[in-house]
């Protein structure tokens, strides 16, 4: 079965740049996505199709998917981004696997 | 778009979990989207179940395709699960999402309804 692997943690100070990792086989070939999800709370998406931004999310978010590895880019990293964060990948051949799962901290 | 689940949040081992997904704003029907069951046992990563689309054709999660079951129903803009045969390692808070049809980010989630299975 497919599976996509993220570290557990990341942390980073305010204002800095934060990097989650998503790996996977060929993950470059699936659309991915990222998702924010605070305590308690449901999962919001925070990128879709690899790159783009929903409407709302601020343009500190970026990310890109190549080779085997997608990354979310949090920029100026704000104490409100402390959350889990999760990638998933989707085509119409594995269908949908989500990431384990990445705890940000801002230190 | 709003989307609401609803089921017993108490289930006994060996029995069946079954919930159901009620859409607001938008219709099943319109072809656009497919409608997903998603999964997070408390303090653990979120797991694709499943998902349907408004013809009632369904994919699964292979891990659970002997247990699970997707259906809709387009008349009441509802769709809903049953997973059969349930164990402890089933309780989790369950969510219905909309996933986008092109490329498959789920943009709208409910508040998720938590199942636990004990005796």
């Known amino acids: 079965s497919y599976e996509l692997t993220q570290p557990p943690s990341v942390s980073v100070s305010p204002g800095q740049t934060a990097r989650i990792t998503c790996s996977g086989d060929?993950?470059?070939?699936?659309?991915t996505s990222w998702y924010k999800q605070e305590p308690g709370q449901s999962p919001v998406v925070v990128i879709y199709?690899?790159?783009k931004r929903p409407s709302g999310i601020p343009e500190r978010f970026s990310a890109s998917n190549s080779g085997n590895t997608a990354t979310l880019t949090i920029s100026g990293t704000q104490a409100l981004d402390e959350a889990d964060y999760y990638c998933?990948?989707?085509?119409?051949?594995?269908?949908?696997?989500f990431g384990g799962g990445t705890k940000l901290t801002v230190l | 778009v709003r989307l609401q689940e609803s089921g017993p949040g108490l289930v006994k081992p060996s029995e069946t979990v079954s919930l159901t997904c009620s859409v607001s704003?938008?219709?099943?029907?319109?072809?656009?989207?497919?409608w997903s069951w998603i999964r997070q046992p408390p303090g653990k990563a979120l797991e694709w179940l499943g998902y349907?689309?408004?013809?009632?054709?369904?994919f699964y999660n292979p891990s659970l395709k002997s247990r699970i079951t997707i259906s809709v129903d387009t008349s009441k803009n509802q769709f809903s699960l049953r997973l059969n045969s349930v164990t402890a390692a089933d309780t989790a808070v369950y969510y219905c999402?909309?996933?986008?049809?092109?490329?498959?980010?789920?943009?709208?989630w409910g508040q998720g309804s938590l199942v636990t299975v004990s005796t």
């Open positions: 349907i689309y408004y013809s009632g054709s369904a």
């Open positions: 998933q990948a989707w085509d119409s051949n594995t269908y949908v696997v």
């Open positions: 999402a909309r996933q986008a049809y092109s490329y498959g980010h789920n943009l709208y």
């Open positions: 199709q690899d790159t």
């Open positions: 704003g938008d219709s099943i029907s319109s072809g656009d989207n497919y």
């Open positions: 060929k993950l470059g070939d699936k659309f």
